[in-house]
T-cell receptor, first 115, second 114 residues
Framework: AQTVTQSQPEMSVQEAETVTLSCTYD???????LFWYKQPPSRQMILVIR??????QNATENRFSVNFQKAAKSFSLKISDSQLGDAAMYFC????????????FGQGTRLTINP | DAGVIQSPRHEVTEMGQEVTLRCKPI?????LFWYRQTMMRGLELLIY????????DSGMPEDRFSAKMPNASFSTLKIQPSEPRDSAVYFC????????????FGPGTRLTVL
């Protein structure tokens, strides 16, 4: 079974600075997808960014980018120019590229933005 | 466009009562997922449907939990009888079946069992 591990329960960063959230995963599959979801206090789950395992190029979405290291099974999220609205829980998630479509989530990292 | 709709948003009930959570997926989506979020276990899949058919219910904790999807626009998750340990946030998500497609989450139902 696949597992996802987020080793940082909490992180904090100064507004306008850059922060990196860590995620590692374990799988024997070669075809899969990785996601970062944001959950603000409203508890709505919002997709931040996604990465296909077969793509070597790291995904970027405006201030959000990932560092995908397939051999190391690492998928970190970098947030540049942090804003107060970025404060939330961030979840890393894995989905198989074949068969099961379910998301397997990490335990989450609570990100605090200091003004 | 309306997103995934869940009702109720909050539910408080007493132990032993039946609880029914409802979900309306996004129109045109053919996969529907029920997840549960707790402090202890995080976010975990309970069950998911493709084209109204349950595909994987291995996450359903026990026989007290049941889920149905009678048509493409409606699903229910029922707990009977409810127990305090069922207290959690229950999310419904939907997507178009396919490897790359994003799952869209509803706002969740916060269930408290006293």
């Amino acid at each position: 079974a696949q597992t996802v591990t987020q080793s940082q329960p909490e992180m904090s960063v100064q507004e306008a600075e850059t922060v990196t959230l860590s995620c590692t995963y374990d799988t024997s599959e070669s075809d899969y997808y990785l996601f970062w979801y944001k959950q603000p206090p409203s508890r709505q789950m919002i997709l931040v960014i996604r990465q296909e395992a077969y793509k070597q190029q790291n995904a970027t979405e405006n201030r959000f980018s990932v560092n995908f290291q397939k051999a190391a099974k690492s998928f970190s999220l970098k947030i540049s120019d942090s804003q107060l609205g970025d404060a939330a829980m961030y979840f890393c998630a894995y989905r198989s590229g074949q068969g099961a479509q379910k998301l397997v989530f990490g335990q989450g990292t609570r990100l605090t933005i200091n003004p | 466009d309306a997103g995934v709709i869940q009702s109720p948003r909050h539910e408080v009930t007493e132990m032993g009562q039946e609880v029914t959570l409802r979900c309306k997926p996004i129109s045109g989506h053919n996969s529907l997922f029920w997840y549960r979020q707790t402090m202890m276990r995080g976010l975990e899949l309970l069950i998911y449907f493709n084209n109204n058919v349950p595909i994987d219910d291995s996450g359903m904790p026990e026989d007290r939990f049941s889920a149905k999807m009678p048509n493409a626009s409606f699903s229910t998750l029922k707990i009977q009888p409810s127990e305090p340990r069922d207290s959690a946030v229950y999310f419904c998500a939907s997507t178009v079946a396919g490897s790359y497609n994003e799952q869209f989450f509803g706002p969740g139902t916060r269930l408290t069992v006293l």
